[in-house]
């Protein structure tokens, strides 16, 4: 079974259990199995899973059965209100649905992982219900995403003047609107703002211009077509767009027939033409245009209040000047380093989104604050550091004449 979720059930019944034995002892003493004292006494970190896959199952599935049949018991009229209707009663019975299935022999079967509502719907742990299960390169967490902003000016310290912390499944592109709102309301919104390429699109670019004036600088997602991958081919660049006739201009100066405004995979609008099979088919730049064995070219490409922002973006970034002002984005790296490792920003202390949030804000607040006593006493700002491999290739530029056999 393809399951990531096994190794955080069994923390979800004790926790459960415990709760129902401070507030309502006698009610669980009086029917609880025995063999429960046994299996739930530890919490989840202190045991030892078993190395065995198989094993791993059959234990989630016992889990499983015990989970509902504390939800049955709890289910019973004769049951308390008060105890049917706890907070921790309601997440247990979240989490059960979500990940077991009861069958109709009775038998409790473990969801496989592709059973599983998507991670954004899905309640991740018993304890805070607001976390949730995200993953990021190699990194795997259950919990939040904190998005940071910070002045890049050369003449005072870089201050963080902004935390913005969403759901771990949030993503990055989500975020930045959040954030330019919260930054205007206290007047605080750069002309220029400097983001990776998870906070950049198309909808984005235009929206930061229009909504608040700030210009988004960073790289753009690639065009993944391969006429855009090819020097030699026509990728839409190539194209010249009539916006107010509806007519798209190819290469070849053959005049798009159809032009159909339609909603894109991803809930984007998005505009697509079509050129006529008789222009195309015959035509001496064809395989510079499309790689179909038969019919025409098609061209997809969002409306222009979002098209042109993005062309002007892919231009400035092909501009040698580009990646000299994208650089200064570099020290958000610090930033990071700084709040993660001395001030443990990745270690959520509070239960909750609003108090992780905080937690994150208090943590910006003493970056701030070393910041603005190093910058007082004028220490000197931190350089990007080198590794010791990379620094011998420059020592190896300075003595052509070294090598190594």
């Known amino acids: ?21 401070k507030t309502a002892p006698a009610w669980l003493k009086g029917w609880v199995p025995a063999v429960w004292f046994e299996r739930y006494k530890r919490k989840l970190e202190e045991y030892r899973l078993p190395k065995v896959a198989a094993e791993r199952v059959q234990l989630a599935q016992q889990i499983g059965q015990d989970g ?10 004769t049951t308390p209100p008060a105890l049917r209707e706890r907070h921790s009663v309601n997440i247990l019975r979240q989490i059960w649905e979500q990940h077991y299935e009861r069958q109709a022999d009775g038998v409790v079967r473990w969801l496989d992982k592709s059973e599983l509502l998507p991670s954004a719907q899905r309640l991740a742990s018993p304890h805070d219900p607001e976390a949730r299960y995200s993953t990021k390169n190699d990194l795997e967490w259950v919990g939040y995403k904190a998005h940071f902003t910070e002045t890049c000016d050369e003449q005072g310290p870089n201050l963080i003047t902004h935390v913005e912390t969403t759901l771990a499944t949030t993503q990055d592109n989500d975020a930045l609107d959040a954030s330019h709102q919260a930054l205007d309301a206290r007047d605080l919104l750069p002309s220029q703002h400097i983001v990776d390429s998870g ?41 010249q767009i009539d916006w107010t006739t509806h007519r798209v201009t190819c290469p070849a100066h053959q005049v798009s027939h159809s032009w159909s405004e339609q909603t894109g995979f991803r809930g ?14 015959p035509c001496p730049l064809r395989a510079l245009c499309t790689r179909r064995k038969a019919g ?30 994208f650089n ?28 992780t949030n905080l937690q994150q804000i208090a943590t910006a607040v003493a970056v ?9 006493n004028d ?26 056999k």
């Not at 509902?68 to 009229?77: A, N, Q």
């Not at 350089?383 to 070294?402: I, K, N, V």
Request: net charge neutral; proline share 7%; with cysteine.
């Open 1 to 21: 079974m393809n399951n990531s979720f096994s190794l955080n059930f069994g923390s979800v019944l004790p926790v459960q259990d415990h709760d129902l034995a």
């Open 68 to 77: 509902w049949w504390l939800l049955d018991r709890l289910s019973v009229e």
């Open 199 to 239: 906070y950049m699109s198309a909808e984005l670019l235009a929206c930061s211009q229009n909504e608040y004036e700030v210009e988004l600088v960073g790289p753009l997602r690639p065009d993944v077509s391969w006429q855009a991958k090819d020097e030699h081919a026509f990728d839409v660049t190539h194209f």
């Open 268 to 281: 984007q609008p998005v505009i697509t033409v079509q050129f006529r099979q008789r222009d195309c088919r």
């Open 296 to 325: 025409s070219r098609n061209l997809t490409f969002p409306p222009q209040a979002l098209f042109a922002p993005l062309q002007a973006a892919r231009q400035r970034e092909a501009n040698p000047d580009f990646q000299a002002l």
């Open 328 to 355: 200064q984005r570099a020290g958000v790296e610090g930033t990071i380093s700084q709040a993660v490792n001395p001030l443990q920003a990745r270690h959520a202390r509070y239960i909750g989104l609003a108090k």
């Open 368 to 376: 701030n604050f070393k910041r603005l006593f190093a910058w007082l």
């Open 379 to 404: 220490e000197p700002v931190a350089q990007t550091r080198t590794s010791p491999f990379a620094a011998l290739a420059s020592l190896r530029h300075q003595h052509p004449g070294y090598s190594v």
